[in-house]
């Protein structure tokens, strides 16, 4: 089994979300620019994100894109699905047609496997990996990146 780069996109911006959530939205461009993800891409996986109640945009000038619960309550799992991301194993996509239409011999191996990724990516919320101390490190470096991009409007002096 392989998880695309869709799965692996849409997990690493919602991580991005969480980590920047108390500084408010992001953009998707910032999104972009930090993780090296496309933004047209972005924004095909946000419109699927948002559908899932995972994501809101907040319009006007500070605007971007927020997480739309709390990150205790989003699970790796929630957004991996939420984007058509299928976490199955086996070479028949659980149709027990894997072997001339019929079951092969290692379907329920397989099955178990998925059933077992499924439920350790269901264990493991964005609050949960923000907290992990290798991500405060990088959390650090994006947001001191962030604070640098983002320059004070200078107005000229009144005479």
Same mark, same amino acid.
């Given at each position: 089994m392989k998880l695309s780069t869709k799965g692996r996109?849409?997990?690493?911006a919602m991580m991005h979300l969480a980590i920047h959530d108390r500084h408010g939205p992001v953009t998707?461009?910032?999104i972009s620019q930090?993780?090296?993800i496309s933004l047209s891409y972005l924004e095909q996986l946000f419109a699927k994100l948002r559908k899932?109640? %995972?994501?809101?945009? *907040?319009?006007? #000038?500070?605007g971007g894109y927020r997480l739309a619960r709390m990150p205790d309550q989003?699970?790796?799992a929630n957004i991996i699905t939420a984007v058509d991301e299928r976490l199955d194993a086996t070479r028949c996509c659980g149709d027990e047609n894997c072997q001339g239409g019929r079951r092969c011999l290692t379907h329920q191996l397989w099955t178990d496997l998925s059933r077992q990724i499924f439920t350790f990516l269901e264990g493991?919320? %964005?609050?949960?990996? *923000?907290?992990? #101390?290798a991500i405060g490190d990088t959390a650090h470096r994006h947001h001191?990146?962030?604070?640098?991009?983002?320059?004070?409007i200078q107005f000229p002096a009144m005479v």
């Amino acid at each position: 089994m392989k998880l695309s780069t869709k799965g692996r996109y849409a997990v690493t911006a919602m991580m991005h979300l969480a980590i920047h959530d108390r500084h408010g939205p992001v953009t998707l461009a910032e999104i972009s620019q930090c993780q090296g993800i496309s933004l047209s891409y972005l924004e095909q996986l946000f419109a699927k994100l948002r559908k899932h109640g %995972l994501v809101e945009g *907040v319009r006007g #000038p500070g605007g971007g894109y927020r997480l739309a619960r709390m990150p205790d309550q989003v699970t790796v799992a929630n957004i991996i699905t939420a984007v058509d991301e299928r976490l199955d194993a086996t070479r028949c996509c659980g149709d027990e047609n894997c072997q001339g239409g019929r079951r092969c011999l290692t379907h329920q191996l397989w099955t178990d496997l998925s059933r077992q990724i499924f439920t350790f990516l269901e264990g493991i919320t %964005l609050a949960q990996f *923000v907290e992990r #101390p290798a991500i405060g490190d990088t959390a650090h470096r994006h947001h001191t990146r962030r604070r640098d991009r983002i320059q004070p409007i200078q107005f000229p002096a009144m005479v």
